[in-house]
């Protein structure tokens, strides 16, 4: 494509901005960074989306009942709302679950709401709240039961606390709690997030003591959803290791499983973005160190086993990850070989979650495929430029509108799992032990990072860049493959996976395989193979 | 009512405003309230008609529910027009704006009040709580308001006739359309997302997807000699064509959604009264091939127990249709209101029918586990109840979000009923070879 008219990115940039009244262009400019590592660069994020602007983002609602305790399978939720909120978030994130015994609870193909009616919103919801966690225990005898609030349930002021309080103490033998993750109290998912993990956090983590495994090392795994079966790989993982893998939150999870996983000694951190407040406060009150990893792309899989075992400083251990690397890995490898000669040189975008868009580029990276742009639908900044910039995050309103727990040593809980001087040992040789870099430190210069990508600007970056895939999810999907570019969801998968570990990384270079090289797309004649304006090599070269 | 809904047959009343606005020409929709029910609803429209939709949100925040969306909305309104240029912005309500009371009359007229100038779009706006409907109610009172909005009255156009639709899939407007010009009637089709939801691959930038009705037919709703309208079940106040009767004395004539002969006949004979002009010959053999089908089927049919379940419109044309063939609807299930179905014939039809309206799927769970049927008809939210009992589902109706084809499926006049006729017969059959001792090849 030699006689291309060639822009630059910062044209591109430019001429997306252009669009935008005065006042919001000045606000996504900071949202937009053509990335330089290691110049210390700052990206605007977690900042609230300007009305009319067509976004990716969910409500908190979404981001407390759907994401973290959707997985869950035996806590009964109750959306307290009129229908559609709930309605809505039934069923549709694919993620999985599989009952030890079939007579184990399993409430997930369930969907409870109190569907409220004008009464309720004039005369307040209490009422019909309280007789609904009673319908639902009178039902199932559940162990326990979980309350969502909606956006009019804080607007009529129903207090969903006090009424499970209430509840709680009636049934005796049921744990109710509830959740004010109202859609407008946060910016995006992400405050439902923070919100589900304090609430879990509070009223159920560390009501279990009771150690039910005889074997040596015991680690929770943070932040994996078990989306098309993710955790199931994962699992299997673990359990070839030997490691007992207490609690995973909230993939294929139990409420039990929260309840005792105060007593692992190490937390593997997946999604950063979705549970750090749940590392972090497992660390201050029981004493448990946490890791970030990456189970998304063989190489980073066996980089994060390998991580793990250094901590646990076994020999047994490492020597049982050493054995399944080399007997998984090579076979990962066969395939991608093969696989790589067609995906080479092919470049990808990924605008999805708060960490795909970082953990996925491994994948892509093994494919020798090139990330060109990539951003968080809700992300904070530390996702992006690491850690480190956490002191100087500016507090917002709305950030102060999410709970801070206080959280203190528990006197009998505490248990040092390593030494100030290991853990210190343990920071030095391990960037990421205690810590996340970010995803901008490990793009290439001259990439795009854009936070929060409207639906306006990723259209405009398809007719500009002419990626081969772009990753997002079911929302942007018939958008952009409407001109010839195949999407890729991540959210869901588009119902395939596993993608974690070593079997889930040959899925999908199988999948990318299939998406970027089926002749379909030859069928559709793109706009911009009548006028092309830009060289996607011309970027980042 | 029940105190916990479980696995509602219902969603709420924004969906069905933005559907209709995805109806209307170079329309860009925006939802006053949080961002989460614009995304929810986009997410549940894509799912089923695997086309983009575009919904913006005033993004409230917690301040914004406290001191009210009016500030929100105008910013929303200024972005949408910088970034889609659209003729006109669909405004509907949420839950939350609704329980704050937010005017959304007063909140254009401050819009207007502080753009004189400017000439288009047209912001267009309706009421849309959740508490107070469901998104079958949210659909049709949409397509009234917009009428409400937009029609005027000039000179009588006396071979144009107003279609009032209900909630068909893109290829059953398309069917609509075909049937009524073939009448010599000139169709004002509202709303139209025949191409909007169902559009090809582009070869061009779309801001917003071409298609739906546009500005100037909606505008000339007034001109019509007739109305049809498809909201059959529901209350007058509803009814877009009803507002056109009160308003400009146009005869308006509420029909059920033609599935089956007799809602057929009943639909053909008003476009026949309406154009002076006999049924086209095509249809006339289109009827009687189905006749002819409901003959050689008939052996297989009758006495088949269905269970027929999903919005209120389409359960009772379907167990209507059903009751032609020598079907048992055993039990009709809707999430609509009561009184929706219950007030109209069906046990005219059926000796015992148990009919469940303001129901949800565990009560039609409950029913299918401890009553005979043999076959479910509803829409894919059915998969659960399907799968527990073992009975074959015959996916219609919204949402389906687990077989590719809604935006094609084609149920409506009478060769679409006999689709949905052939695909019930055949799932029939296909059970009963399988549930044969011997491997017959003829059945
Ligand atoms: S608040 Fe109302 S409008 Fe929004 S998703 Fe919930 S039910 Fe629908
Ligand atoms: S009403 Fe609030 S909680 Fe419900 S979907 Fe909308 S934004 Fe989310």
Redesign the pocket.
């Known amino acids: 494509m030699s006689n291309n008219k060639k822009i630059t990115t910062e044209e591109v940039k430019e001429e997306i901005l252009a669009k935008y009244p005065p006042k919001v262009a000045r606000k996504r400019d900071k949202s937009f960074v053509i990335n330089e590592p290691g110049s210390g660069q700052e990206i605007q994020a977690n900042i609230r989306t300007v009305p009319g602007i067509i976004t990716q983002r969910g409500c908190t609602y979404a981001g407390c009942k759907g994401v973290v305790l959707g997985p869950t399978r035996d806590i009964v939720n109750i959306t307290h709302?009129?229908?559609?909120?709930g309605f809505?978030s039934w069923l549709t994130r694919r993620n999985q679950t599989l009952p030890e015994k079939e007579s184990d609870e399993n409430y997930m193909a369930y969907c409870f709401s109190t569907d409220m009616q004008d009464e309720n919103i004039v005369f307040g919801g209490e009422k019909k709240l309280r007789e609904a966690i009673q319908e639902a225990y009178d039902l199932f005898h559940p162990k326990a039961i979980a309350i969502f609030s909606?956006?009019?349930v804080g607007l009529i002021g129903d207090d969903v606390h006090a009424v499970s309080r209430e509840m709680k103490e009636k049934f005796g033998d049921c744990n109710v709690f509830g959740f004010s993750c109202e859609g407008y109290r946060g910016v995006s998912q992400s405050a439902g997030h923070h919100i589900a993990n304090n609430q879990i956090f509070k009223h159920v983590v560390g009501t279990d003591d009771t150690i039910k495994t005889t074997k040596k090392f015991r680690i929770n795994l943070l932040g994996e959803y078990n989306i098309g079966g993710d955790a199931f790989e994962l699992e299997r993982i673990f359990e070839r290791l030997g490691v007992e893998l207490v609690a995973t939150y909230s993939g294929n999870s139990t409420i039990d499983s929260f309840a005792n996983s105060h007593t692992a000694d190490l937390n593997l951190v997946m999604c950063h973005r979705s549970i750090n407040y749940m590392a972090e406060m497992m660390q201050t009150k029981y004493g448990i160190p946490w890791m970030k990893v990456n189970f998304i792309g063989a190489k980073a899989t066996a980089k994060s086993l390998r991580k793990m075992a250094l901590y646990f400083e076994d020999p047994a251990l490492s020597a049982e990850v050493e054995k399944l690397i080399t007997e998984e890995l090579p076979l990962v490898e066969k395939e991608v070989a093969e696989i790589k000669k067609r995906t080479a040189g092919k470049t990808a975008m990924l605008f999805v979650g708060g960490s795909r868009a970082h953990h996925y580029q491994e994948l892509f990276k093994e494919l020798d495929m090139r990330i060109i742009a990539a951003g968080y639908e809700f992300a904070h900044r530390d996702d992006y430029e690491g850690r480190d910039v956490l002191p100087n995050v500016k507090v917002d309103a709305d950030s102060r509108n999410i709970e801070e727990l206080k959280v203190e040593k528990d006197s009998s809980r505490y248990k040092e799992r390593a030494s100030e001087k290991k853990l210190e040992e343990l920071k030095k040789s391990n960037p990421e032990f205690q810590n996340y870099i970010g995803m901008m430190p490990e793009m290439e210069s001259g990439t795009l990072v854009i936070d929060d990508i409207s639906h306006y600007e990723s259209e405009i970056l398809i007719k500009k860049y002419q990626p081969d895939i772009f990753c997002a999810g079911i929302k942007e999907k018939y958008a952009i493959q409407k001109s010839g570019v195949p999407l890729k969801q991540l959210h869901s998968y588009d119902y395939g996976g596993p993608y974690a570990g070593f079997k889930g990384a040959v899925n999908f270079y199988k999948e990318i395989d299939r998406m970027v090289n089926t002749k379909i797309w030859s069928l559709i004649a793109p706009p911009w193979k009548k006028d092309p304006e830009i060289d996607a090599q011309y970027i980042s070269a | 009512m029940k105190d916990v809904t479980k696995n509602a047959c219902h969603l709420?009343?924004?969906l069905g405003a933005s559907l209709v606005y995805k109806g209307i020409k170079n329309c860009v929709t925006i939802l006053h309230?949080s961002q989460?029910?614009a995304t929810?609803?986009r997410r549940y429209m894509i799912g089923h008609y695997r086309e983009p939709v575009d919904i913006a949100s005033s993004s409230f925040t917690e301040h914004t529910a406290v001191f009210g969306g009016q500030e929100n909305l105008l910013k929303s309104i200024e972005n949408v027009i910088q970034t889609y240029d659209p003729d006109i912005i669909g405004i509907a309500t949420?839950?939350?704006s609704e329980t704050i009371g937010d005017d959304i009359s007063m909140i254009i007229k401050e819009y207007q009040k502080r753009n004189m100038e400017r000439t288009r779009p047209v912001i267009l706006y309706t009421s849309t709580?959740?508490y107070r409907g469901t998104h079958v109610t949210g659909f049709f009172k949409t397509i009234h308001d917009v009428v409400t909005q937009t029609s005027k009255q000039a000179v009588t156009n006396a071979g144009q006739i107003n279609i009032f639709n209900g909630l068909f899939s893109p290829a059953e407007i398309r069917v609509i359309r075909t049937i009524v010009s073939d009448f010599s009637l000139f169709p004002v089709i509202f709303p139209d997302y025949s191409d909007t939801l169902d559009g090809g691959s582009w070869n061009q930038y779309h801001p917003v997807p071409p298609g739906g009705t546009s500005l100037k037919k909606l505008s000339s709703c007034g001109n019509s000699a007739a109305s049809i309208d498809f909201s059959f079940c529901q209350k007058d106040e509803l009814s877009a064509g009803m507002f056109l009767k009160e308003k400009f004395d146009i005869p308006c004539f509420k029909n059920a959604y033609p599935i089956g002969i007799e809602l057929c006949d009943n639909f053909f004979k008003t476009l026949s009264t309406l154009s002076q002009k006999p049924v086209p010959e095509i249809y006339t053999q289109q009827r009687e091939r189905l006749i002819d089908a409901y003959v050689d089927s008939h052996k297989y049919l009758y006495g088949q127990k269905a269970v027929v379940f999903g919005e209120e419109n389409l359960v009772y044309s379907i167990c209507t249709f059903l009751a032609e063939t020598g079907i048992n609807v055993v039990c009709a299930a809707t999430g609509g209101p009561a009184g929706s179905i219950s007030g109209l014939k069906l046990n005219d039809y059926f000796n015992q029918t148990s009919i469940l309206e303001d129901c949800d799927y565990e009560d039609i769970e409950e029913w299918v586990i401890h009553n005979e049927t043999d076959i479910l008809i509803g829409s894919s939210r059915g998969n659960k109840i399907a799968k527990l009992s073992g009975k074959p589902l015959i996916r219609c109706g919204f949402p389906i979000h687990d077989r590719i084809g809604a935006s094609r499926q084609e149920f409506l006049g009478y060769n679409g009923t006999h689709n949905l006729f052939d695909q019930i017969t055949n799932t029939i059959i296909e059970r009963m070879q399988n549930s044969m001792p011997a491997n017959y090849a003829t059945m």
């Open positions: 709302g009129p229908i559609g909120c809505y909606t956006c009019p | 709420c009343a924004p309230g989460g029910c929810y609803i949420t839950c939350l709580p959740s």
